[in-house]
Structures are given as structure tokens and as C-alpha cells.
């Protein structure tokens, strides 16, 4: 179950890939803006802001943060983006931290290529931290007993679908877009007495505390602790350093094709 307010504890740091993103699509005057993954809708809201006259089509898979964005004014709708198919009127597609989830987002991207008009925007954040120290962590102290059992269906693995900026640089182009395509490793500043644990906990040890009891829970958080401790050690200042890299892509529809004349 994913608590929208645990997810917002970082909400500045998580925010900042966001408004990166987005400062790379030059869609002016939209007609529908589309957010996919939308979360608890605190950061659909600027969709709106900056394109007051678009339609705001906002969805995401978990209705925990479904209703965390309605109260926000969203109007959201919970949905498996794997089903979703944009409208005629789509012209900006934006997905912020929710395709890596989805093993199979390298076939949605293409087939939304295809789908969508040409001149319309196609704007992708996704984490690309799946082989750091705090999700290894987590691996490892889930294939310890207690917890092997109980834990060996959870696809701690989903971030291996997580390709390499040039792979999505040849697929957009490859479909005829104009791409633009990077990464960036953010080191984030944090505060607090666990705050590698209080991240993670929004995210990556949401399947985790769905197998757990409130016991096996405080558990795995407690033999958790020294490891990622030992990993990210906090400074003399008292600030911990947590790198997080993300991969970026922002895509013109048909853009290649027509610069090429």
C-alpha cells in the first residue's frame, strides 16, 4: 500500500527531477496534458498552472495516491497505465518516476509514438538507483530467514528494466522523433537520524511492508538500519549524502522527421 504522505517526506528533493523534465518539453498551447503516475497530484498541479487551458488527464495504479491527489483537486483516476491509450486531443504525455514499475515500458513508449499525433510531446523520468547500496540492502536482508519466504515473490529486480539512456535515444529516434535524452546523479543532502531508511520507505520497501506483520515490520527496519548506515555514513554536520541517479528523456512526436524536411 503506498501512504502519499511518506512518499511526500522528500517531496522537495523528489521534486526537483520533475521540474527538470519538464523545463525540456516546448509544447506552448496543449490541449490535453496527460500525467501519468500522477501520485498524490502535488506536482500535476503545476502541469495546470503552466498550461492553464490544457485539459489535465491524471492517472495512477494506486488509489492510496488516487485520493490523495482528488483532495488536492486532481481530477485522478486510478488505472494500470499499461491499458491507457491517449485521447486525439493528446498533445504532452508526461511520466515522472513510474515506468521503471512496468518491466515492459520500452514497448508502452513505442506504442504511444504511434498513437500520438505528430507535434506532440512524450516527457519520461525514470530512477535509475536500483543497483546502489540501499537497494542492495534491502535484497540482501530479504533473502535472510525470517524474511526469505515471505518475501521471494517480490520483484526486487523491476529496476533492471531500467536501460541505458542511448537505448532510449534510439528508440524514440528510431520512431521518427526528435529526442532529447539523459542522466543525472543528484546528490541529495539529507537530514535526520535514518534518512536513507525514510526514503526508501515511501518506495522501494512498499512491497515489503505489505508482507509484514507491525512486529516482522519494525523488525526488518531495525536489522535494516546498520546497513544502510554503514553505506551512507552522516558527515560531521550531521547531513547524510544520498546519491540518486535518473534518466531523462523528452520526445517531439514526428519531430525528426519533420526538421528533416
Known amino acids: 500500500m503506498w501512504d502519499p504522505d511518506v512518499y511526500l517526506a522528500f517531496a522537495d528533493h523528489r521534486s526537483r527531477a520533475f521540474y527538470d523534465l519538464l523545463s525540456r518539453v516546448g509544447a506552448e498551447r496543449p490541449r490535453r496534458v496527460v500525467d501519468l503516475g ?7 498541479k503545476y502541469l495546470a498552472r503552466r498550461w492553464p487551458d490544457a485539459v489535465i488527464e491524471a492517472l495512477d495504479s494506486s488509489p492510496e495516491m488516487v485520493a490523495a491527489a482528488r483532495e ?11 491499458s491507457w491509450k491517449p485521447r486525439p486531443d493528446t498533445d504532452v504525455v508526461v511520466s515522472n518516476a513510474a515506468l521503471h514499475w512496468v ?5 508502452l513508449l513505442a506504442r504511444w ?82 534518512p ?3 526514503w526508501i520507505t515511501g518506495t522501494a520497501l512498499v512491497p515489503v511492508r505489505e508482507r509484514l506483520d507491525d512486529e516482522g515490520w519494525e523488525q526488518f527496519r531495525q536489522e535494516l538500519i546498520p546497513l544502510l548506515d554503514d553505506a551512507y555514513p552522516r558527515r560531521p554536520d550531521g547531513t547524510t549524502i544520498f546519491p540518486f541517479r535518473r534518466v531523462f528523456m523528452v520526445a517531439e512526436v514526428g519531430g525528426a522527421r519533420r526538421s528533416g524536411g
Open 103 to 107: 518491466p515492459e515500458h520500452s514497448d
Open 38 to 44: 500522477c501520485g498524490p497530484g502535488h506536482l500535476t
Open 196 to 198: 536513507v531508511l525514510d
Open 72 to 82: 488536492r483537486g486532481i481530477d485522478a483516476t486510478t488505472a494500470d497505465l499499461r
Open 113 to 194: 509514438v504511434g498513437e500520438l499525433a505528430p507535434g506532440s510531446w512524450i516527457a519520461v523520468q525514470i530512477p535509475g538507483n536500483f543497483d546502489t547500496p540501499s537497494h542492495s540492502a534491502v535484497r540482501a536482508l530479504a533473502r535472510r530467514e525470517p524474511y526469505a519466504k515471505i518475501m521471494r515473490d517480490i520483484p526486487f529486480r523491476v529496476g533492471a528494466a531500467v536501460h541505458t539512456p542511448a537505448h532510449y535515444a534510439d528508440l524514440l529516434m528510431d520512431a521518427g522523433c526528435k529526442a532529447d535524452v539523459w542522466e543525472t546523479t543528484y546528490l541529495h543532502q539529507l537530514t535526520g537520524e535514518h
